[in-house]
C-alpha cells in the first residue's frame, strides 16, 4: 500500500514511564484512519510523535517516507487540527486566513476555498471569540486547508462539541477525505463517532494498541455493544422489534452486533426517530471495551 504514514512499534516514555509502548499505525494514501481511546491512552502522544513533534524511545516513523523527527520537511503537505483550536482573538477570520495564506504563499482564492471547504461561508467575518465552539473548529480546519495539504491529521476534533457539531464536523473531515482526496487521520474517545469516518480504526488503551481493523471488524469480532441511551428500557424493546438481540444490564443496553453494520446504524437512527438519545456505544470485548471506558 502506498503510505503517507508508517509507524511500528513506537515506543515513548515521559520519567522513565512508558505511555506509549510498541504502537503501530498506518495511514495508507487516500485512506480515512480512526484513532481511539479513553483520555489518556496516547493518541495525541502517538500524534505528536507521528509527526516529529515529539521525541520518540524506540520505533520508526516515517511521514511522506521521511522520519520527521530528523527531517521537519516530511511534514510537507500535512495539515494538523488541533483539539483545541487557537486563533488571534482581535481580527475577522477570514482576514487572518488572508495573512496566512500571506505568509506560506497560497494565493487569495485559496482562502476563499477554504472557507467554502470548511462550511464557514457567513461567519468569515467573526471574530474567532465570535465563533461556536463548532465554528471554531471549522475556523482551524479552513487554516490547516490553506497549505492545500494532502494529509489532514486531526487530534480529537470534536471532544469539546455539542452533538451536533460534532456530527458537522466528522461530515466535514468525511467529505475532505471523499472528495478532496486527502488522507486523514482523527482521533476521538468515542469510536461509534468514527464509524462513519474511518474506513480503518486502531484502538488505544494504555499506551497499547487494543485492537485495529475496519468498522465491521471490530463489531463483528466483539459480538456485542453496549448503548448507552436516556431511555434502555424502550431502547431495548425497539432494537427487539427490530429484530435484535438486546437487553439491559444496569450500565447500558447490550446488543448483538455481528450482523450487517448498516442494520445497526439503521437501528440506531430508529431509536433517534423514537426520541431515545443515544448517548454513545462502546464495543463489549475485553481490552476494546477497557478502551472505550472513557
Ligand atoms: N509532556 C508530558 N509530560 C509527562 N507526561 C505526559 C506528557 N504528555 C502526556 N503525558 C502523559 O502521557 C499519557 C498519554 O497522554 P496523551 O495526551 O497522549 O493521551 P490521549 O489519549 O491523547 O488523552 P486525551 O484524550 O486526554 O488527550 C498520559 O498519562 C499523560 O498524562
Do not use: C
Not at 524511545?57 to 503537505?77: C, H, I, K, S, T
Not at 431502547?235 to 435484535?244: P, V
Amino acid at each position: 500500500m502506498d503510505t503517507v504514514l508508517e509507524a511500528r512499534g513506537v515506543v515513548k516514555k515521559y520519567r522513565g514511564q512508558p505511555v506509549l509502548d510498541r504502537v503501530d499505525l498506518e495511514v495508507g494514501r487516500g485512506e480515512a484512519v480512526g484513532l481511539v481511546g479513553p483520555n489518556g491512552a496516547g493518541k495525541t502522544t502517538l500524534i505528536k510523535v507521528s509527526l516529529g513533534l515529539a521525541r520518540r524511545d524506540g520505533g520508526r516513523v516515517l511521514l511522506n517516507g521521511l522520519d520527521p523527527w530528523r527531517e521537519p520537511r516530511a511534514r510537507e503537505g500535512v495539515g494538523v487540527v488541533f483539539e483545541r483550536p487557537n486563533l488571534p482573538s482581535s481580527m475577522p477570520v477570514v482576514e487572518f486566513l488572508e495573512s496566512a495564506a500571506a505568509i506560506i504563499g497560497s494565493s487569495p482564492s485559496r482562502v476563499d476555498w477554504a472557507i467554502r471547504a470548511a462550511g464557514l461561508e457567513g461567519h468569515e467575518w467573526k471574530t474567532f471569540p465570535q465563533l461556536s465552539a463548532g465554528l471554531k473548529q471549522r475556523a482551524a480546519i479552513a487554516h490547516a486547508l490553506l497549505g492545500e495539504p494532502r494529509f489532514l491529521v486531526a487530534d480529537e476534533p470534536t471532544s469539546n462539541l455539542d452533538p451536533l457539531e460534532r456530527r458537522e464536523v466528522l461530515r466535514l473531515l468525511a467529505r475532505l477525505n471523499r472528495e478532496h482526496g486527502l488522507s486523514l487521520l482523527v482521533s476521538s474517545h468515542v469510536i461509534v463517532e468514527l464509524l462513519r469516518v474511518a474506513t480503518r480504526i486502531y484502538v488505544l488503551a494504555g499506551g497499547r494498541l487494543a485492537a485495529e481493523g475496519s468498522p465491521e471488524d471490530l463489531f463483528r469480532r466483539a459480538g456485542l455493544a453496549r448503548l448507552r441511551t436516556s431511555n434502555p428500557s424502550l431502547a431495548a424493546e425497539l432494537l427487539r422489534s427490530l429484530g435484535f438481540e438486546a437487553r439491559e444490564d444496569g450500565l447500558g443496553v447490550v446488543v448483538r452486533v455481528d450482523g450487517p453494520l448498516h442494520r445497526f446504524y439503521e437501528a440506531l437512527a430508529r431509536l433517534g426517530r423514537e426520541g431515545v438519545e443515544v448517548l454513545g456505544v462502546d464495543l463489549v470485548e475485553p481490552g476494546v471495551e477497557e478502551a472505550m471506558a472513557g
